[in-house]
C-alpha cells in the first residue's frame, strides 16, 4: 500500500495528473503572458509618443520665449532711442532765444529741416503694432504652456498606468507557478507525513524515497522542458570556478594539492544557453550556481 492506503501505481497516477496539471497551467499562463505583453507593448509605445509630443512642445514653448524675449529688448531698445531724441530736441529748442520761438521760419537746407519743423515731427513712432505682436505672441505662449501642462499631467498619468498595468501583469504571469508550486509542496508534506507514522512498516522508507525521488525528477522536468533550465553538480575534488561554484563554507587542509578544490557538493547548479549577438552563438550561461564547501590551505 502507499499514500493514505492507495496502491504506488495510483499515487504515481495521480503524481501524474499532477504534473499534467502544472503542465496545462503552464501553457494557459504561457498564452496568457503573450497577450499580456502585446498590451504592455502598445501601451509603452503610446507612453513614448505622448513623451516625444511633450518634448516637442517644450521645445516649441522654448523657441517662442526666445523669440518674443528678443522682440521685447528690441521694441525696448527702440523707446529708449525714442526718448533720448524727443529729450534732445526738448534740449535745442530750450536753448533758443525767444525772438528765435517768434521768428517766421526761413528757408534752410532740405536735410536740415527748421527747427518749428522739427517740432511738428512726430515724438515717437507708433509701436502700437509691435505691441500687439508681443501679446499675440504671449497670448500663443500662454496657450502652449497650458497645453505643455496638460500634456504632462497625460504623460504622469499614463506613467501611473503603465506601472499598474506592469504590476498586473506580473502578478498574472507569476500566480499560476505560485500555485503549482504550492500543491506540488503540498503533495510531498502529504506524502511525508504520511510515512512518518509509519517508519516501522517493511519497506515504507524504501517508497517515501522513491515517490520523494519521483517529485524531483517532475520538477527537474518541468524546469528543463518549460524552462530550458539544466542541472550541473560539482564533485568533490574538482577545482573551485568562480562562476560555476558558490562556497558555502572554508575547510582548511594541510594538503596543497587540495587548496582550492570542492571539499563537498551542497546543493546542485542550474544552467541554460543563450544566444550571443556580439558572438553571433549559443553560449552557457549560469542561472545558479552550485552551492559548495572548498579546502584552503592552513597557514603555517
Do not use: W
Not at 163 to 177: A, E, I
Amino acid at each position: 500500500m502507499g499514500f493514505f492506503g492507495i496502491t504506488d501505481n495510483e499515487r504515481m497516477a495521480e503524481l501524474s495528473k499532477q504534473v499534467q496539471a502544472l503542465q496545462d497551467s503552464v501553457e494557459l499562463q504561457r498564452r496568457n503572458a503573450a497577450e499580456a505583453q502585446a498590451a504592455l507593448t502598445r501601451k509603452d509605445e503610446e507612453l513614448r509618443a505622448a513623451y516625444a509630443d511633450l518634448q516637442a512642445s517644450q521645445h516649441e514653448v522654448a523657441s517662442m520665449k526666445e523669440k518674443t524675449a528678443a522682440e521685447v529688448k528690441e521694441l525696448k531698445d527702440t523707446i529708449d532711442a525714442l526718448r533720448q531724441a524727443v529729450a534732445e530736441k526738448e534740449a535745442i529748442i530750450s536753448t533758443l532765444k525767444p525772438e528765435e520761438k517768434k521768428a517766421e521760419p526761413v528757408a534752410v537746407e532740405e536735410n536740415n529741416p527748421p527747427v518749428e519743423e522739427q517740432r511738428a515731427e512726430p515724438v515717437g513712432a507708433d509701436v502700437t503694432p509691435q505691441l500687439e505682436a508681443i501679446k499675440a505672441d504671449l497670448a500663443q505662449i500662454r496657450e502652449a504652456y497650458t497645453d505643455l501642462v496638460r500634456k504632462d499631467d497625460l504623460f504622469n498619468s499614463m506613467h501611473k498606468e503603465l506601472d499598474t498595468l506592469r504590476n498586473d501583469v506580473y502578478n498574472k504571469l507569476t500566480r499560476p507557478y505560485k500555485v503549482s508550486i504550492i500543491s506540488l509542496y503540498d503533495s510531498i508534506v502529504s506524502t511525508v507525513n504520511y510515512y512518518r507514522g509509519r517508519k516501522e512498516e517493511e519497506g515504507s522508507y524504501d517508497r517515501l524515497m522513491k515517490q520523494l525521488d519521483n517529485f524531483m525528477l517532475s520538477i527537474m522536468d518541468i524546469l528543463c522542458d518549460e524552462y530550458n533550465l539544466d542541472s550541473f553538480d560539482a564533485q568533490p575534488g574538482d577545482q573551485f570556478d568562480r562562476r560555476a561554484h558558490k562556497t558555502m563554507n572554508v575547510v582548511e587542509t594541510d594538503d596543497p594539492a587540495k587548496h582550492g578544490t570542492v571539499a563537498r557538493a551542497l546543493q546542485c547548479g542550474f544552467k541554460y544557453m543563450a544566444f550571443d549577438p556580439v558572438k553571433g552563438v549559443e553560449r552557457e550561461v549560469i542561472f545558479r550556481p552550485a552551492f559548495v564547501d572548498t579546502y584552503k590551505l592552513k597557514q603555517q
